[in-house]
């Protein structure tokens, strides 16, 4: 395997190989010296287009842990500001010396552009609304600890899934690794076209609850118009959100996941992003060990291969 | 392929090593056993429970993997991990590294440096069933099961019943298509 572009098309097994490495290096982050030379000498660049603090930052300290080089790249500081174009950006970095890029870019399918560009191994930390493959790894290995496998499991992701590269990414691999998805959204904010997606598509959350063992909820992307195709916030609260009393008539072992940022009295109360059945802390932990698995796993090999 | 040990025979080795484990850490006080992936694991735990047999005492046994510390990562197609599980903290232990085959010595300076990483340890032993020589590092063990004198080119097959579902050990010609290690 030389890139990690998509969910779409993997696996169940080859999932299952980047969770199960995942579970090792859960285990190498909790050592007193939470760090092996396995990827000594190799330098890693995240490249990353588009904000975000999480995702790069756990991309980082999971090459770091695997004691491979990083550097990284902020397009406000770049010389993109000079008119540079993104071709001739990324083909400089590549001859400083890298050896896989992690790129997160507003515009769908970059990082297959770079991966073509460049020749090096790739990972898409997140391309506009199309895919985010890490966070669907991250998000399988939490549920993969909570039940012990996904097999069968009835999962709910709730939200702005028209928008959300999480939402697609997660509904490929846990469907590829036996998961039951619904998806439960505003019809404004289902996707366009769901042909091929493994899934079933609801607008009733009240309705899907209580059948669920887990509820992924998902952020309101006013950055990418989520917020302009339903009246109000508060509106959305009271359809859509993780309420108090919608936390009630959940089964007592259903669990919630949220791939952050949360904004607290919107898609989740106050209160329900403190229960000890929300999840958000173990994906962020799991986070590093995945990726740590997804580096090695494409550069711990003989190079090119 | 001819068969150099058989069941008994390794049972017999595990037995002496463990006396001569005894023999050398008087009272077994802080003693670690720790195998190494794939086969050291189930030999580890043989020798813990032979050595708590002799001194009615439980012995700790853990295993380590050392995927993560092989200089030859970027030689060879991406491998597998396994688990490591150390059941006490390293830090002052005496600990015994028990392998099934002893060769080049690159196997054991990566669980040395694995094992530094887990903590500092008071002394570092080594237990391997099979000497086979061939060192390519500075590296002696401490407890041999067998010595076997092998060409470099041949290869020494150790399969263990918790592994393999038969046990004993076989030098394969150079030639033979196929066997490990």
Known sequence: MKNLLTTEGLDGDVIAGFLD?????????????????????????????????????????????????TMSFSPGTSSLKKGEGLKDTVLTIKAMGVDLMVVRHSGVGVPWRIAEWTGLPVVNGGDGAHQHPTQALLDCLTLRQHFGSLEGLRIGIVGDVRHSRVARSDVFAMAALGAEVTLVAPPTLLPLDMVGWPATATSDLDDALTELDAVYLLRVQ???????????????????????????RLKPDTVLLHPGPMIRGVEIDQEVADDPRMLVLDQVANGVAVRMAVLFRLMGGVPGE | ????????????????????????????????????????????????????????????????????????????????????????????????????????????????????????????????????GHRQLPIRPDYVGKNLPTAQAERVTVRIDEVDGEEGVWIVPADDGEGST
């Not at chain 1, 990418?224 to 609260?237: D, K, Q």
């Not at chain 2, 005894?22 to 429970?49: C, F, M, Q, W, Y």
């Not at chain 2, 092989?70 to 232990?93: F, H, K, M, N, Y």
């Open chain 1, 21 to 69: 490495d995942a579970d090792e290096f859960v285990e190498v982050l909790r050592r007193p010296i939470p760090k092996v030379p396995a990827l000594r000498g190799r330098t890693v660049a995240t490249m990353f287009f588009e904000a975000s603090t999480r995702t790069r930052l756990s991309f980082e300290k999971a090459a770091k842990a695997l004691s491979a080089d």
């Open chain 2, 1 to 132: 392929m001819r068969q150099v040990m058989d069941q008994d025979d390794i049972s017999r080795a595990l037995r002496r090593i463990a006396h001569e484990i005894v023999e050398r850490n008087r009272g077994l006080d802080s003693i670690l056993l720790l195998g190494i992936h794939t086969r050291g694991v189930p030999l580890a735990r043989r020798l813990g429970n032979t050595l708590g047999e002799i001194e009615s005492r439980t012995v700790p046994v853990g295993s380590l993997d050392i995927g993560l510390y092989r200089d030859d990562l970027d030689r060879r197609p991406t491998i597998s991990l396994g688990p490591t599980e150390v059941p006490v903290a390293v830090d002052g232990q005496t600990v015994v590294l028990v392998d099934d085959v002893l060769f080049t010595g690159r196997t054991i300076r990566a669980a040395l440096d694995a094992l530094v990483d887990l903590g500092r340890a008071a002394s570092v032993q080594l237990a391997a069933l099979i000497d086979r």
């Open chain 1, 222 to 248: 006013a950055e990418r118009g989520g917020a302009s195709v339903f009246p109000s916030f508060a509106e959305y609260r009271a359809r859509f959100g993780m309420t108090t009393e919608r936390m009630r």
